[in-house]
């Protein structure tokens, strides 16, 4: 066992097995043995790789939507622009130097990165150099006022909780110790959850064995944004894995060394992650009263940015090694084989506020 396996076997013995949930914060977050906390997942030595770390283009086009989309707020000045788990820094990097086009509003941004992990927060400042981001735990801290929410592989990072349906209702899936006490072990609590009510309507009528996920803290930052952006002027710009439908089903996995990993096995050794379920989230939303667009695929946002043009820009001054990087990396976000399909765009937005660019055709 590793050593927060142990600390966790302890605990369930002292008080009963705990909710997937609370697994997946200790694993991801606890401050002396949590993934998070302990390492730089990223990159191709590490556990997973993002699109900011496949290619610069991905940031800079993010850059270039943030200051297309502070002209449709009316160029609001000072502008919160916030970064929700900005892993190495890299995306920010790449999008504040696109952003270097317009420079009233390089001078009116103020960087806010929300992250809990002390190794990422250093990478972050050595990649932003001079730009000065203010770290914080939480969204909660980040200063009132006109902002733009960037946030890229965050969500399905954020603890969830499994149900499943048993003729007498949905029962929670639990985190407890195998018979013979010497691993954890996934168990159903014996009877119905009184937390079924988390689970959304459109289940009512699931087969028994059916098992749905939700994210309450993915629920609570959505409404927390919608909020935000209903108080002021404004934009969110959420890019992940999941589906554009709520389906159900277990999509919680671990992952290491870019396969995966069983979940129980090795806590705070691998990366915990589950689909995002955007139909759920964009509710969440709209019902806290911000306007949403899409999800579109991440081909059809970055298509529509112009990745192409950019591409052509960048293969103008590359050598022929890096033109082959440069083509790769590009194929790599928007091939319907890769990651250009399986991952989606959404955009939250004040009341009123213009379609963001990306989003064409998409009623709010
Ligand atoms: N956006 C980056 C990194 C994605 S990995 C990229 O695309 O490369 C997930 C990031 O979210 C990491 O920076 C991680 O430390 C951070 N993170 C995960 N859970 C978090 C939480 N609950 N609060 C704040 N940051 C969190």
């Known amino acids: 066992m590793t050593a927060l396996a142990s600390l966790l076997a302890r605990r369930i013995q002292a008080t009963g097995p705990i909710t997937v949930a609370e697994f997946m914060t ?6 002396r043995h949590g993934y998070y906390a302990t390492r730089d997942p990223l990159g191709a030595g590490g556990d997973f790789i993002t699109a900011p770390e496949v290619s610069q283009v991905f940031g800079e086009l ?7 989309t502070w002209e449709r707020m009316g160029r609001p000045d000072p502008v919160l622009l916030v970064e929700l788990g900005p892993g190495r820094g890299t995306l920010m990097a790449d999008a504040l130097r696109a952003i270097k086009v317009a420079p009233d509003l390089r001078g009116a941004l103020r960087l806010h990165l929300v992250e809990t992990s002390g190794v990422l927060r250093a990478l972050q400042a050595k990649a932003l150099g001079t730009a000065t981001p203010t770290w914080h735990d939480r969204l909660d801290t980040v200063p009132p006022g006109p902002l733009l929410v960037v ?4 969500l399905d990072a954020l ?5 499943e349906r048993r003729a007498g209702g949905w029962h929670e899936r639990r985190v407890g110790l ?6 954890l072990a996934f168990l159903l609590e014996p009877a119905p959850s009184a937390s079924a009510a988390l689970i959304p309507g459109r289940y009512t009528g699931a087969p028994v064995g059916s098992l749905v996920e939700v994210c309450p803290a993915a629920l609570t930052l959505a409404a927390h944004l919608a909020q935000r952006l209903n108080a002021t002027t404004g934009a969110a710009l959420l890019i992940d894995y999941g589906s554009s439908e709520s389906i159900g089903g277990a999509t919680l996995q671990g992952v290491r060394k870019h396969g995966h990993h069983p979940v129980l096995e090795e806590p705070g050794d691998a990366d915990l992650t589950a689909h995002v379920d955007f139909a759920a989230f964009a509710a969440a939303a709209r019902s806290a009263g911000a306007d949403v667009h899409g999800p579109v695929t991440q081909r059809d946002f970055l298509c529509a940015l112009g990745i192409d043009a950019r591409q052509r820009r960048l293969l103008e001054t590359a050598s022929v090694a890096q033109a082959e990087a440069i083509r790769a990396g590009v194929t790599r976000l928007i091939d319907p084989a890769q990651m250009g399909v399986h991952f989606k765009v959404l955009a939250l937005a004040s009341p009123g506020l213009a379609a963001p660019a990306g989003f064409a055709g998409q009623s709010p």
């Open 26 to 31: 200790e694993a991801l977050q606890h401050p």
């Open 62 to 68: 993010i850059g270039l939507w943030c200051a297309d």
């Open 151 to 154: 946030a890229n592989e965050f």
């Open 159 to 163: 603890p969830i909780r499994q149900f």
């Open 178 to 183: 195998a018979a013979d006490g010497s691993s």
